[in-house]
């Protein structure tokens, strides 16, 4: 099990930039997040949730087509940090993100949220 927690949220004009965290930790302490999908997910009211940047097991990255060439993510060398820069935001960029992880997952399922199974509490970011 793992648990994850986000950071950095805030409100921001359009235009503007918002950087996201989020660290991760392995409940076992004989393992570690190498092994780990980890990505950012966000939902806004009355929507599904939606995938928005991932990184699999073996380090591709992945972006939703809304926020490629805006959004860059990036994952700390002990693999258990994600950080998602968020430049030029726009109204609808507007939700709660989540950070998510699973272990040994490839390809462009990192990036779906119906096959993700370890959440964070979310951190809403607001575009105005």
């Not at 806004?44 to 087509?65: L, M, Q």
């Not at 820069?85 to 960029?93: G, R």
């Amino acid at each position: 099990h793992v648990q994850l927690v986000e950071s950095g949220g805030g409100s921001v004009q359009a235009g503007g930039s918002l950087r996201l965290s989020c660290v991760a930790a392995e409940s076992n302490a004989k393992s570690s997040m190498i092994n780990y999908c980890m990505g950012w997910f966000r939902q806004s009211p009355g929507e599904e949730r939606e995938g928005v940047a991932a990184i699999s097991t073996s380090g591709v990255t992945y972006y939703s087509d809304s926020v490629r060439g805006r959004f860059t993510l990036s994952r700390g060398n002990a693999r258990n940090t994600l950080t998602l820069v968020m430049n030029n935001l726009q109204p609808e960029d507007t939700a709660v993100y989540y950070c998510a992880a699973d272990e040994f997952v490839e390809s462009r399922a990192c990036i779906v949220a119906d096959e993700r199974n370890n959440w964070g509490q979310g951190t809403q970011v607001t575009v105005s």
